[in-house]
């Protein structure tokens, strides 16, 4: 990269446009000018730290995938190796048919394989259905894609599908089992089909491997068992705020919140292309002009501003929908929550007579919001909203506290007034993955591609997951700062 320090502008303080904008800083150096804006008067997009009751609790999202790579070698980066925690033992629960008990195991997200035990979940008629399907005819398209719902209602049977795979889905997409696309929620799944799965059963049991039988054997004179698989999930020690507050710090980037863009327009001259970005209120506009651009909005203001420069990628932002979930967390003396099941949540199929669809029992998941290792006060968390709920986002917060006790008092018995309780609203917090989904990230990608210093990056993408998430910004900022900064310009 030639001339004088490029300047690169970071539509959007979520975590993929920190992690844009620290990648953008260790590839372009101490010199380079990056100018993260962000509409909102706080950064970290739907990962919010509260202080319940004096404790960090997330109450956007909780957990991240400890299996993918991008987080751990982030927080190893940014020296937050020791903030890294993972869950207890406690297992998770669901409720259905008016009953809770413990989550089925032997299944992926819900689909069972040939070792999954449905009895306690399903009807005798129902359970006879899904245990047969391994032996019914499948008919399917290497490259088809279909609602997870309607190939799982048409396979596995209708309880099934709404009492366990829908509110896991739910918990991962805030959306409904029968409108999220197979290839997009669950590739693994739809790749082992088109390689030839017989069943669906027999997919699952492909992708699930039964664990390695025990092994024993002398070493340092004790017997030594097999070892312990490591742990599916992981999460900040004093909450996504420690992450997003050192992203901050390392990308040294000039920060603008409070400002929203509201038009981006491309610049031609004889030293090089750049863009020109209108922000701030629609009186009295600033513009703002840049060598590139790294864009990490939601898809409807993804759609807004690439309307004119790329009409293509602007279309296919505007077809992705978005969900509005709520979370309610609430803190209550042990005592008074003492009947707090010791799993580590519960998920609620979607035909059950709540409004919540999962509670999370915090401090029985996460050892270091243990009362014990606290302030000896229990912690939980409530979800609510699917999408296609475009009333539960607007309702007040006594209400939405009340219902959450209600549910709360029919789950587990507790009555007792919490000691404190906070309402997060997550209006348009999570893209829906329909079916179509990848061709639609495919085309929006091509399109962005051909335009030179823009980059991409968010949960719309490859993933709603944080390390997802961080991934897609530290590729946006590779590829600008790789092949599309080139002649910088002053602004």
Not at 11 to 22: D, K, N, R, T, Y
Not at 43 to 68: H, M
Not at 108 to 136: D, Y
Not at 452 to 462: C, E, I, Q, S
Request: glycine letters at 10%; charged letters at 20%.
């Amino acid at each position: 990269m030639s001339g004088a320090a490029p300047h690169v502008a970071v539509v959007g303080g979520g975590i993929s446009g920190l992690a844009g904008a620290h990648r953008l800083r260790t590839l372009l150096g101490p010199s380079a000018r990056i100018t993260l804006i962000e509409r909102s008067d706080r950064l970290g997009g739907v990962l919010r730290t509260v202080d319940l009751a004096g404790v960090p609790v997330d109450v956007g999202a909780e957990a991240f995938l400890a299996r993918r790579p991008e987080l751990p070698a982030l927080a190893a980066e940014l020296g937050l190796t020791d903030e890294l925690v993972h869950p207890s033992p406690a297992k998770a629960t669901v409720r259905a048919a008016g009953r809770t008990q413990p989550l089925p195991t032997g299944t992926l997200l819900g689909i069972p394989g040939s070792a999954a035990n449905l009895t306690a979940l399903l009807s005798e008629p129902a359970l006879a259905f899904a245990t047969a399907e391994r032996h019914r005819p499948l008919t399917w398209s290497p490259g088809n894609d279909v609602t997870v719902g309607a190939l799982l209602r048409d396979r596995f049977g209708d309880e099934l599908t709404t009492r366990l795979v829908d509110p896991l889905l739910s918990g991962v997409y805030a959306g409904r089992v029968d409108t999220l696309g197979l290839r997009a929620t669950i590739p693994t799944l739809a790749s082992a089909l088109d390689a030839g799965a017989q069943s669906l059963t027999h997919a699952v049991d492909t992708l699930t491997p039964v664990p390695p039988a025990r092994e024993s054997g002398i070493s340092s004179g004790r017997v030594a068992d097999s070892v312990r698989p490591p742990p599916v999930f992981g999460a900040l020690r004093g909450g996504y705020r420690v992450l997003i507050d050192a992203l901050v710090v390392a990308a040294g980037a000039e920060i603008r919140p409070g400002l929203p863009v509201r038009a981006m327009t491309r610049l031609s001259r004889p030293d090089g292309d750049g863009w020109r970005l209108e922000i701030g209120s629609a009186t009295a506009p600033e513009a703002l002009d840049v060598d590139a651009v790294l864009l990490a909005v939601p898809a409807p203001t993804l759609r807004k501003l690439l309307a004119d420069v790329a009409p293509a990628a602007s279309a296919a932002a505007g077809a992705i929908e978005l969900a509005s979930p709520v979370v309610v967390a609430l803190a209550y003396r042990a005592r008074d929550a003492s009947q707090l099941p010791p799993s580590s949540g519960v998920l609620i199929a979607a035909d059950e007579p709540l409004r919540a669809k999962a509670f999370t029992h915090t401090s029985r998941k996460w050892p270091h919001l243990a009362p014990e290792a606290t302030d000896g006060l229990l912690r939980l968390r409530a979800s609510l909203g699917r999408a296609g709920d475009a009333a539960t986002v607007r309702v007040p917060d006594d209400e939405l506290i009340a219902r959450v006790r209600d549910d709360l008092a029919t789950l587990t018995g507790i009555t007792a007034a919490p000691v404190a309780a906070h309402v997060q609203r997550w209006g348009g917090g999570l893209p829906q993955y329909g079916v179509g989904h990848g061709e639609l990230v495919d085309e929006l990608e091509r399109a962005v591609a051909g335009l030179p210093g823009v980059a991409v990056a968010g949960a719309m993408l490859h993933g709603v997951g944080v390390p997802a998430c961080i991934g897609t910004g530290r590729a946006a900022a590779e590829r600008l700062a790789t092949s599309a900064v080139t002649e910088p310009v002053s602004g």
